[in-house]
C-alpha cells in the first residue's frame, strides 16, 4: 500500500507561485508514474500534469503548461508541483496520485478505472 499526503496548498493572488508537494509513505513510488489532477467547485476531477517513473518524461494540460512544472525525487519518495502565473482558475483541490502506467495518468478522464492511489488534496485557491 502507498499512502500519499499533499501538502503546499492555499491562499495566493493571481500571477503568484505555489509549489505542491506529495509525500509517499509505505513503499517506494519510483516504479510508479506520478500524475497531479485538480477539482475545482462544481466540476468533474482533471488531469493536471504526469511524470514517468524515472522523470524522463513528463505531460500537462494544455491550460497550464508552460506555467506549471511537474517533477519527482524518488530518493525522497516525493512529487512536486510548481506552480507559477496562477489565475483564478486555476482555484480547486489538487490531487496526486500514482499508478504503474503513465499513460492512464495521461489520458485520465472523470468516471474511468481510478489510479492505484490517490492522496486526499491540497485546497489552492487563487484571488483575482
Known amino acids: 500500500q502507498v499512502q500519499l499526503v499533499e501538502s503546499g496548498g492555499g491562499l495566493v493572488q493571481a500571477g503568484g507561485s505555489l509549489r505542491l508537494s506529495c509525500a509517499a509513505s509505505?513503499?517506494?513510488?519510483?516504479?510508479?508514474?506520478m500524475g497531479w489532477f485538480r477539482q475545482a467547485p462544481g466540476k468533474e476531477r482533471e488531469f493536471v500534469a504526469g511524470i514517468s517513473w524515472s522523470g524522463g518524461s513528463t505531460y500537462y494540460a494544455d491550460s497550464v503548461k508552460g506555467r506549471f512544472t511537474i517533477s519527482r525525487d524518488n530518493a525522497k519518495n516525493t512529487v512536486y508541483l510548481q506552480m507559477n502565473s496562477l489565475k483564478p482558475e486555476d482555484t480547486a483541490v489538487y490531487y496526486c496520485?500514482?499508478?504503474?502506467?503513465?499513460?492512464?495518468?495521461?489520458?485520465?478522464?472523470?468516471?474511468?478505472?481510478?489510479?492505484?492511489?490517490w492522496g486526499k488534496g491540497t485546497l489552492v485557491t487563487v484571488s483575482s
Open positions: 509505505g513503499r517506494t513510488i519510483s516504479t510508479y508514474a
Open positions: 496520485a500514482a499508478d504503474p502506467f503513465l499513460d492512464l495518468i495521461v489520458t485520465y478522464k472523470a468516471g474511468s478505472d481510478g489510479m492505484d492511489y
